[in-house]
Each structure stands twice: as structure tokens, then as C-alpha cells.
């Protein structure tokens, strides 16, 4: 499918349905409005969805992976080859995103997308690799426009083979080691503010660390002048090929109707792309958390959206989506399953 | 058992747990400290129960139910009858509460404290009525110390009885129409705060309404002059027998080395009462959520607590306790189940 015709898919939340929604809200037993953000996150997804009450399980995390050219800068406290032993981690399930998941009853499918590090093939293990990383962005572009359609394409795909067997809420996950650079490159180009300002410690970078990282931005939006008005050159000149496979599968969950809930700081640059290429896709996203990684509110500023939560976490994979798909099937619950005050025999507002 | 008798067993946490907690999280597949609120909470967890990983599951919520003489000023927004018509309603399963602990997979408690409707006796209502609803605070004090004193000792037997049937983890919740009223009187009495800051709007009371409870908490503190060093003092003065009640599961759980999940505005009112007869207990305790009544910020800088998280929730029931109780469990499996760098053949930081 072409990249236009996907984007064409997208459409506007079912407003008949927000308003049902809220209207049922209202007549359960509880003071109206007293459930906050539970009650308009229901609101929401029964806007997505177009169904009241909505359906949000089976829910798929997608954590796509890649490495980027960028390390050689020294941006990361971690080496590159972490990428492909992480990657491992997962199809083992001893990591966080995997406690995490099980925790909330959702399914943690694992891409590479562009893994550097020899990864064997499993069945278990979503091979989409375009690359073996990407080139280093404070020399010169990350991928080819290509490679970037391409990553992107396939994203759509997984997610939309998981959306076709049955998957109802979607979150996004990464790992990459060196990924918190293009993604803060990315926040930069789009919101104009200066690299110093989206540039954060990642996994725990120094204080020269930070100033590496800081001068591997500045120069990679220099040296590439990504055009903000143009979601793919941004991705192609200072992005990386899992942040192209997370905004694939976010089209796809705005273009067939299910949630997609947003981790952390590398999910919300990849949100940042797909909501450049397509404004329509903002109302089908919900931020999971606030991370601890500098740079995030001012995306999700950039975003106008609010976080479920802040549990000061910085770790990426998909783990605060995790977290947050269980509030959000939370809501959903509310509206299918509590009483309403005439079925209670319950007497209302004096 | 005598109330100076539970307290003499609380106990401060286990430091080696908590320091062994903190290492095993250092070593797990993460940067150090990239779970944020997840790794605290694991290691507070860990000092409280002195087990690594700790056991949180059985989850029990207390759903505490009382009336208030206090309606009679015209504080609530809702008839009194909705107190017992509410609990008929935990009862079938169709209040928020229940929604939310069959989410989580935690199970309720229903305890009558003090409600003035009829109930007829059900095995599944627990039946602990002390009196049919306080006195009116604004004239007399809402009970007498022994009441108070029976109320505390009651939901201490209640939430014991529930642990040595294998309860690991407590919440509180509560149901009693007018009781953002008292605890808005026992926070202002026990923080020296004006009861103009104390008091919200509860269920949502009119301008009007507002000024009726500031001036009942105003005239609840100059006639009962509640003694803010004394703790079942304040509760009997200004408080409800459900608040008792939950004072008593809050003892029981940090007498038995459980934690204890803290829901909104009326069960905090509750922890400040618990603290206030033993500061032994704060430690215990992890408030949930911070809440949309006004007041409930200044109620958890006293108690010295950060809530797990902010989702704009004013319901009670233990709502917001249910979701956190969620928060806490994963972070102990997180603990408990992911790997460390060892074991997954992951490089650690350069």
C-alpha cells in the first residue's frame, strides 16, 4: 500500500459515539466528572473505536528495534551491541517490557528493523530489517527517503496484521541503543526550539555525555537541514528505522480505529512524524507518561496531549504504555460494566 | 486487643530488605533508576513485608460505609439514603469499586460501620455498625471516645481477619454521604490549616454548598475544640465511624507488616489519624492518587506522601487505591521476574 493512500484512510472520531459515551457517563452511579481522566479516556476510545462500550483487548505492544550510526559520537552510556542482546532479552522475556505485559495481559511483538548486531532468525522474532543501523546523522542522513518509506510501510503492515488477528489496542515500544539522539534531532527539526532544550541524559549519559549529545544534534540538523513541513525527510535525515516502523504502525492504528497509546521519549518523536505527515492521527493517541528524559513535555506540548501519568520512568520499550493500556482498558471497563442509577434503585443529585 | 497494644507492634521497615531490594534493582536489565516510581515503590515494598521479591497478591479493599449528622447542614450535594443504596450497590457488583478491583484482581470488603438506612443482614455486608450515623459535628461531637475507640478497634479486627486469611496488601476505600465534611474538619484540625483550604466540594456542592460546609467545619472545630495531639480525640470529635473503621485496617496492615494502599480525601483523613497515634505507620503507607478535592494536597505534604499518580479522580470508594494497588504489584514483579545483566549476557554500561 502506498504511503498517500494510508493516509487517506484516516478519518475523524465518531462524534455520535463521544456523545453517547458521555451521556452514559453521566447516568452511572457516581457523581458526574468524578472519575476524571478514566471518564474521558472512554470518551475517547468509544470516538475511536465508534463502539460504546468499546472494546480495547486484545492489546499488542509493538517494540521495534535498530541501531544507529550516530554512537560513534558517543552519545550513549551503553554500547551498540546492547541493541541486539536486549532484542534477545525480550524473546526470552526477562526484560521489563515483558514483566510489564504480562502484568497487564498484553501481547509484546519484537521487529528488527534495523539491528546491527548478528540476530539469528526465530520464529518469535519479527525480522524487517532495512538496514544494519543507520549512518551517523551528525555526518550526514540517517537513511535514504526510501529507506524511511520503507520502514514506515512495514510498520504499517505488522500492525496491521496483528489489527486483522484481532488486535484492539495498539502501544509502541523501542530499543536502540543511541536512539534518545534522533529522536531529541527529530523534536528539534519539527518544534523549532534549540537542541539543548530536546536533548536529555537518556540512559545516563554524563555531563560531557550531554554535550556530546547536545553537539551531535546541532550538527545533524545542520549539516542535514531536515524540512519540518515534511514528516518523512525528517525521519530519513535525523530519524532511525524503528522510529520509521513506530510511525507505520501508529497510521495504522489511526487508520483502522484502534487506540494507540504512546510510550515514552523515542515512541513520541515516531508520534510527532506520523501526526506531521497526517494531523488527522493526534485524537487516535494517547501519551502514556511523562518520562524523566528532558525534552519529552516539550513534545508532548508540541502534541497537545496530557500523559496518563508521571512515574518519573525513562526506560523506553513500551514499558509506561504498558502501564497506561491498563488504565485505559480501566475506562472501557467503566463504561461497560458499572450501573446505571435507575438500574441501582440509586437516588440522584439533590 | 487494646489499641496500645497494636501500636506498640508497628514496627519501622526492614533497612536490609530495602537495601537488598535497591542492589538486586540495580543489577536488573535497565539503566539504574530508569523505572523511577516502579524501583521506589518495589524497595518500600521490600521494607515493609522484610521479603525479597515481595508477595503483594491476595490484595484485599476495605470498603468502609457510614453516616454523617453533619447533612443536616446541607453539605452534600446527595440525599443521605444513597449511603445504603450505595452499598446494595458495591453489593451487586455495579459501583465503580467493583469495576476497578475485578481489573485489578483484588477483592472487596464491605463493611457497615455506621450507616443510618436500612440493610438487611447479607453474607457478603459485614456488619460492624457502631451507631446509625455520627452526630452532627457543627453542634456536638460526631460520637463519643469509646464509639471512636470501638470503630478503630473494629476495622483493626476486620482487616486482621483478612490477613491471617492471606491477605498481602491492603487498600481503603469509603462510602458515606457528607463525609468529605469531617475529613475535611480532621484535616484542618490536625495540619492548623484554615478550613476555607481544607474544605472542597465533595460530590460537587454549589458556591452555596461551599460555604455551608466551611462554616460547618468552622463551628465543628471552635465547639468540639478536637485536641490535634490526640488522634482518637480528633476522630471522635470530627470524624465518622467509617473513617474509624479505616484507621483500624491501616494499623492492622502496618502492625502486620502489609502495605497499606490509600485512597483519596476520606481514607488520607483516615492515615493522618493512623499517624497521628503512631508515626511508625507512615512508612507503611502508599498513597494512591492525588486527588481532585481541594484539601487533598495539603493532606498528603503533612503525611509527608508522593501519590502514585494524578488522574483527576474525586470519587472515593478506593477507586484510586484499586488502580495504584495495580502500580504496586507490578513493581514487585518486576523485581521478582526480570533478569539481570548476568543473566541475559547483556554489556553493561561503558
Partial sequence: MELDEIIRQIQPLDERAMGQAQMRQNRLTKPPGSLGRLESLSIQVAGITGQIPPRVDPKV???MAGDHGVTEEGVSAYPSEVTAQMVLNFLHGGAAINVLARHVGA???????????????????????????????ARGPAMSRDQALQAVLKGYELALAEIRAGAQMLATGDMGIGNTTPAAAIAAALTGRAPSLCVGRGTGVDDSGLLRKISAVERALVVNRPNPQDGLDVLAKVGGFEIGGLVGAILAGAAHRRPVVVDGFISTAAAMIAVRLSPLVRPYLIAAHRSKEQGHSLMLEWLGLEPVFDLEMRLGEGTGAALAMSVVEASCKILAEMATFEEAGVSEKL
Avoid: C, M, Y
Fill in 61 to 63: 505492544i509493538f517494540v
Fill in 107 to 137: 501481547k509484546v511483538v519484537v521487529v528488527d528493523l534495523g539491528v546491527k548486531g548478528p540476530l539469528e532468525p526465530r520464529p518469535d522474532l519479527v525480522s524487517a530489517k532495512i538496514a544494519p543501523g543507520t549512518q551517523n546523522i
